[in-house]
């Protein structure tokens, strides 16, 4: 701020025509990002910050990292030389970074407003908060608030998700808050499962007259020997400290008997299928 007000008080005995210039060629580069490989980027800053020492710039190398960081180069600071005059690139070039990295900060203050209020936004559907017990819910808002909430977890193991929707499913009456505890647990153990750059696939369709919703994923498979006894309570396949045995038999009580649904498992090397089957109109 401090540079910018600085800069603005240099800037203003320049002629409109050399301020008109320079903020044409700052608004036609500022805000791109750099990209790139890293041993480059820092090729191309410290190629401008040789250029800048070469016309006499003062504070050259972090000058360069203020403006390199916002997509400016060597090329472009020959350009605003040549609208402002060498002699002026000391009074501009400060004003323009200092600009530019307020703009980019304002960016990224404005993002994370935006994936704050979508996470409140999700936290709200998904836990159906100030709603009655039961209600009228379409699965597809419940497995993508739940997608939400996971993201972080999806993020930090590359797993991609693939989504398979029938949108004509008719709604149901169900208890949304606790769909969602049945949609979390498969979905985190879909990802656990897949492992770094895995797969997870969701899928919803109908089958015999009921709605079904179909957690995948590409990993190793269950062992056919634990298929039997997946949903006991405090049966885990998960490492110690990792697993307490007890998310998919909450699952399974949720489905069975709150819902009077089904909920079954195929399991074999590469696709593994938890399948929740419940009563729909």
């Not at 530019?100 to 159906?128: F, H």
């Not at 770094?196 to 919803?204: I, M, N």
Request: a negative charge; glycine letters at 12%; charged letters at 30%.
């Amino acid at each position: 701020i401090d540079v910018l007000r600085g800069g603005a008080k240099r800037l203003a005995g320049l002629p409109p025509e050399v301020l008109e210039r320079v903020a044409v060629l700052a608004c036609e580069r500022t805000h791109e990002e750099a990209g790139g490989d890293p041993l480059e980027a820092a090729d191309r800053e410290a190629e401008l910050a040789d250029w800048l020492e070469q016309h006499g710039v003062p504070d050259a190398w972090e000058l360069a990292g203020d403006l390199s960081t916002n997509g400016l180069d060597a090329g472009w600071t020959a350009r605003i030389a040549e609208a402002a005059g060498e002699e002026r690139l000391a009074q501009v070039l400060p004003w323009v970074a200092a600009g530019a990295t307020a703009g980019g900060l304002v960016a990224e203050l404005s993002d994370s407003l935006r994936r704050v209020s979508e996470l409140v936004g999700a936290i709200k559907a998904y836990s159906y908060m100030d709603q009655a017990p039961e209600q009228e819910l379409d699965v597809h808002d419940g497995l993508e608030s739940t997608l939400t909430m996971l993201a972080h977890k999806l993020k930090r193991s590359s797993t991609t998700v693939r989504r398979d929707y029938d949108r004509a499913l008719p709604r149901i009456t169900a208890a949304g808050g606790e769909l969602n505890q049945v949609w979390t647990n498969l979905i985190d153990n879909a990802i656990a499962a897949a492992g770094e750059g895995g797969r997870v696939t969701v899928a919803t369709a109908r089958e015999d007259g009921r709605l079904k919703v179909t957690i995948g994923d590409d990993g190793p498979g269950i062992d056919p020997g634990d298929r039997d006894r997946i949903f006991d309570p405090f049966f885990t396949t998960k490492p110690v400290g990792e697993g307490t045995g007890l998310g998919l038999d909450v699952a399974y009580r949720i489905v069975t008997r709150t819902h009077h649904g089904e909920i079954k498992v195929r399991s074999e090397p590469g696709d593994t299928r938890f399948e929740v089957l419940l009563p729909a109109p």
